[in-house]
């Protein structure tokens, strides 16, 4: 099966990150490439033609620290995606799986102020938005256009929040997704440490966290 456009169009932003911009992109932890965008920083990495890209948000919001994660599927077959597949590592040796999004909707609707998850929707809209790399046809987007942000406050959150969060979903071959993985972190930012995605196939993702 033949790449869709939108893969080709990654794989081809990517090779040119790779080598025309030697300045803000480098190869660590084997493939994982490294680049700038809209003041994120992103580190990007394929696997038997599944591509993972992540960047740290720069916010909390109530007891999680949050990250921008995007999949494209330019493989022949179903790829098992969730956020449960994300543990974070800090250097001291600190393990935090990250939450589900019925974790984080619940959790959300019981705690958080409609200002709170607002706040998390512009970063995370702006980071959207303005990287070209992230061109999901089934991710935030969608789920935004199919949220019910209406009721009261903890219900307004709940429903801003089950359209950021990642989801566990199979995606197909030509399909890309995207979302916020929260990770319970008492409100605090990712230290100095390692991300690592096992997915349910097997494939496995690791990036190093600054």
Not at 119 to 138: C, M, W
Request: one cysteine or more; charged letters at 20%; aromatic letters at 10%.
């Amino acid at each position: 099966m033949f790449p869709s456009p939108r893969i080709k169009a990654l794989r081809d932003i990517m090779f040119v990150l790779l080598w025309a911009l030697p300045g803000t992109c480098s190869a660590v932890f084997g493939q994982v490439i490294e680049f700038t965008s809209n003041g994120l920083n992103y580190m990007t990495l394929s696997r038997e033609g599944l591509t993972l890209m992540y960047a740290p948000l720069p916010m909390t919001i109530r007891d999680f620290a949050v990250i921008q994660v995007s999949y494209s599927n330019g493989s022949g077959e179903n790829q098992p995606v969730s956020p449960n597949d994300f543990v974070y590592t800090s250097n001291s040796g600190q393990r935090i799986r990250a939450a589900s999004e019925e974790v984080v909707v619940r959790e959300l609707y019981q705690k958080a102020r409609q200002a709170d998850v607002v706040k998390l929707q512009a970063a995370y809209e702006k980071a959207l938005y303005g990287s070209q790399p992230i061109r999901s046809s089934n991710g935030y987007e969608s789920r935004r256009r199919a949220a019910i942000a209406r009721g009261p406050e903890g219900l307004r959150a709940a429903a801003a929040a089950s359209a950021l969060s990642l989801v566990t979903m199979q995606l197909k071959p030509g399909e890309s997704t995207d979302g916020v993985v929260f990770f319970p972190h008492t409100g605090e930012p990712l230290d100095s440490g390692t991300l690592d995605a096992r997915l349910e196939n097997g494939k496995r993702f690791q990036f190093p966290v600054r």
